[in-house]
């Protein structure tokens, strides 16, 4: 099954860029997605195939995909930023595997 | 404006069944393809079930080993989810989520989740 792997944890002091990494084998074929997640709440998406944004999600975030690595970066991050973030492929051989997750901490 | 809401939570022991429930509203549900999706305390998400807007295709992730079923009513503007055969690692939140692109796996709406508990 296709694997995808995200940093457990990244901190950023506010105001500053955030780069948050999923990897997977050719990753850069495939359409990533991810999403954002909240104690308590349910996920909110955020970038979808690797760079667009839904309505209503900031212009601070962006997302990009190449080789074995799908990023997504937070521009002049806020202290509402911090949550788990999830990336997630739709994989016609797995299914739509999510990656574990990455905490972001705004210091 | 678009809502998702599960129900059917709940405890249950090991080997027992559940049925859980998403009305859907605010859109036109027979247009989407649904998915379950779940989430164990404290971990991260993990896909369950995936199904086409007129019931034709239907997907399951390989780790359920055939103890899952998805289904849906249209007429209902509903999204069921048959549970059967519960272990302790079942436990967890269980979301339905709307498929905003058809095809794409990109999920634009989440329900707020039920909770389901598998104790002895």
């Known amino acids: 099954s296709y694997v995808l792997t995200q940093p457990p944890s990244v901190s950023v002091a506010p105001g500053k860029t955030a780069r948050l990494t999923c990897g997977g084998n050719n990753i850069g074929s495939k359409s990533v997605h991810w999403y954002q997640q909240k104690p308590g709440q349910a996920p909110v998406l955020v970038i979808y195939?690797?760079?667009d944004r839904p309505s209503g999600i900031p212009e601070r975030f962006s997302g990009s995909n190449s080789g074995n690595t799908a990023t997504l970066t937070i521009s002049r991050v806020e202290a509402g930023d911090e949550a788990d973030y999830y990336c997630q492929v739709w994989d016609s051989s797995s299914d739509h595997p999510f990656g574990g997750g990455t905490k972001l901490t705004v210091l | 404006q678009v809502q998702l809401v599960e129900s059917g939570g709940g405890l249950v022991k090991p080997g027992g069944s559940l049925r859980l429930s998403c009305a859907a509203s605010g859109f036109t549900f027979s247009d989407y393809y649904m998915s379950w999706i779940r989430q164990a305390p404290g971990k991260g998400l993990e896909w369950i079930s995936y199904?086409?807007?007129?019931?034709?295709?239907?997907y399951y992730a390989v780790s359920l080993e055939g103890r899952f079923t998805i289904s849906r009513d249209n007429a209902k503007n509903s999204l069921y989810l048959q549970l059967n055969n519960l272990r302790d690692e079942d436990t967890g939140v269980y979301f339905c989520a709307r498929e905003g692109i058809q095809g794409s796996g990109c999920y634009d709406k989440w329900g707020q989740g039920t909770l389901v508990t598998v104790s002895s």
């Open positions: 199904i086409r807007s007129s019931s034709r295709n239907i």
């Open positions: 195939y690797d760079s």
